[in-house]
Antibody
Framework: EAQLVESGGGLVQPGGSLRLSCAASGFSFSALWMSWVRQAPGRGLEWVANIKPDGTEKSYVDSVKGRFTISRDNAKNSLSLQMNSLRVEDTAIYYC????????WGQGTTVTVSS | DVVLTQSPLSLPVTLGQPASISCRSSQSLVRSDGNTFFNWFHQRPGQSPRRLIYKVSNRGSGVPDRFSASGSGTDFTLRISRVEAEDIGTYYCMQYTHWPHTFGQGTTLEIK
């Protein structure tokens, strides 16, 4: 059974950094596009970033470009999101999703940016 | 960016009755190779989203056949033939033809 488990969320001050991780199991991780999607409190879904199976292509929503970096380690079946220069508006639940069609989703990890 | 506009935003439905959600795109979602990359997701309160439909009309694994979807170009529809209690929550359309991928604002289905 496919499983995605996110970790690394927490409370951070504006301007701070966090690194999110997503551990994958039960499917061929190295063959699939991977994405990060976020959901601000009481709001809808927002796609944040994704990465090609071999890691050679990465794309970001404009609001996080230059601040967030998506990466993957296919040997460890792991996806990461390095978040720098965090803003209050980055507060959200962050989900990792697997597959070009976003077939599998994790349970999410909560990031709160507040002073 | 592609804007997806869902309607209605709130959908009260009687158990056993049909329901329909529309999603309209600000530009065509047909890629140059002829593919249309468009999904529907369902999110129950307090849970992660779940993919229901991929590439316009394909039901995901384990999705009941009371869910169906259709559409082309800029207009897409999700239909539930007979609403059940477990169908409550928010439904989102999403396009991944164009960068950045974008979601609709969500339609909340509730039982009357």
């Amino acid at each position: 059974e496919a499983q995605l488990v996110e970790s690394g969320g927490g409370l951070v001050q504006p301007g701070g950094s966090l690194r999110l991780s997503c551990a994958a199991s039960g499917f061929s991780f190295s063959a699939l596009w991977m994405s990060w999607v976020r959901q601000a409190p009481g709001r809808g879904l927002e796609w944040v970033a994704n990465i090609k199976p071999d890691g050679t292509e990465k794309s970001y929503v404009d609001s996080v470009k230059g601040r967030f970096t998506i990466s993957r380690d296919n040997a460890k079946n792991s996806l990461s999101l390095q978040m720098n220069s965090l803003r209050v508006e980055d507060t959200a639940i962050y989900y990792c999703a697997a597959g070009g069609t976003s077939e599998y989703w994790g349970q999410g990890t909560t990031v709160t940016v507040s002073s | 960016d592609v804007v997806l506009t869902q309607s209605p935003l709130s959908l009260p439905v009687t158990l056993g009755q049909p329901a329909s959600i529309s999603c309209r795109s600000s530009q065509s979602l047909v890629r140059s190779d002829g593919n249309t990359f468009f999904n529907w997701f369902h999110q129950r309160p307090g849970q992660s989203p779940r993919r229901l439909i991929y590439k316009v009309s394909n039901r995901g694994s384990g999705v009941p056949d009371r869910f169906s979807a259709s559409g082309s170009g800029t207009d897409f529809t999700l239909r539930i033939s007979r609403v059940e209690a477990e169908d409550i929550g928010t439904y989102y359309c999403m396009q991944y033809t164009h960068w950045p991928h974008t979601f609709g604002q969500g339609t909340t289905l509730e039982i009357k």
